[in-house]
């Protein structure tokens, strides 16, 4: 795009090296002014001071978004009823985030007076996509900025020396060797010596979980409790979505329960390791199905249970808010009005273990499935329905 052709541009900005280096480039290479944008998703970066920040930086504004509780309840929870989870292990936290910052920068754009956006995802990541599938769906006039795809930087000693060159106020923070996006459902750690699949993490590296070897040496036993598919308390104590989220990665962290390494397919097409971990997700996710074995239809689950891997892609590729998932989220919805109900969890040394699950509204019969009783259930009705299934198993073409 010529320079002149977008006038003012919203952007997605932490205060770090990056996006600082990019506010400077954006003005520029376009001459527009900028409205940064700040998203807090439970990253723990300290948000105080950043406005002023932007501003030295040459922001003529810069607005702070609070999105934590939101983060939880409307992306984090409904992706444990959906069971979402990529390539059999990764449970998305990075993903989830995504459309809702952009949701919201888009917003904000648009209260502005901006006619852009702008983000600091690279040109070989998934970020990069759900940020601009969301714009495009929610506020398709926008024009995108993609720095990364557009500038000759290509690393960050380039960043470093272009912030040296026009006087950048970047705090010096000792890089760490690895790419980190936290928020309050994970940690993910990738890139740099990370890039070697065969290299084991360093324990240093971990910020919310011990590992099973330092972890607690006697369990602990919590109580979760559901509500239509929604966690809603922890042993009694009903807490809003953030804090209750919160909670778990606290007492979860402590027993090194959470931890993930990957090869994973990205959408852009490349192969990537990432190291994750989400300790209050992985016994959300643990606990809810502990819920919906007691009450949820079989055939009912097997369909949500079919649905999953394919609501985890829509989640990664970053079409949260895409037609087809509209769909998706309607029927995993429904799926969940009866799954009601109370799960016990042991902690322990890296593991979570389901010791026990009720529910009011439960569908196990006791009596129906016990060995001692008969109940409303004919044993000889067996014979004839295995006789019946297994009618072409010994007469093909029956
Ligand atoms: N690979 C993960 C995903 O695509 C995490 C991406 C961001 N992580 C990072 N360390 N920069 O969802």
Redesign the pocket.
Known sequence: MARGSVKRVCLAYSGGLDTSVILHWLIDRYGCEIVAYTADVGQEEELSGLPEKAKATGAIECVVRDLREEFVRDFVFPAIQGAAVYEGTYL?G??LARPLIAKHQAEVAKQTGCDAVAHGATGK???QVRFELTFRALAPELEIIAPWREWDLRSRPDCIAYAQKHDIPVTATLAKPY???RNLMHV????GILEDPWRAPDESMFLLTRSPEQAADAPSEIVIAFERGVPVSIDGERLAAAALLQRLNAIAGAHGVGRVDMV?N?FVGLK?R?VYETPGGTVLHAAHRAVESITMDREVMHERDRLAPRFAELI?NGFWYSREMDFMRAAIEVSQQNVSGEARIKLFKGAVQVTGRRSPVSLYSASLSSFDEEGGYDQRDAGGFIRLQGLRLSKPGA
């Not at 993910?188 to 890139?191: A, C, Q, T």
Request: charged share 30%; aromatic share 12%; glycine share 16%.
């Open positions: 998305l990075t993903a990541g998934n970020d790419s980190i996006d993910s750690y990738e890139g994973e990205r990537s990432g990664y």
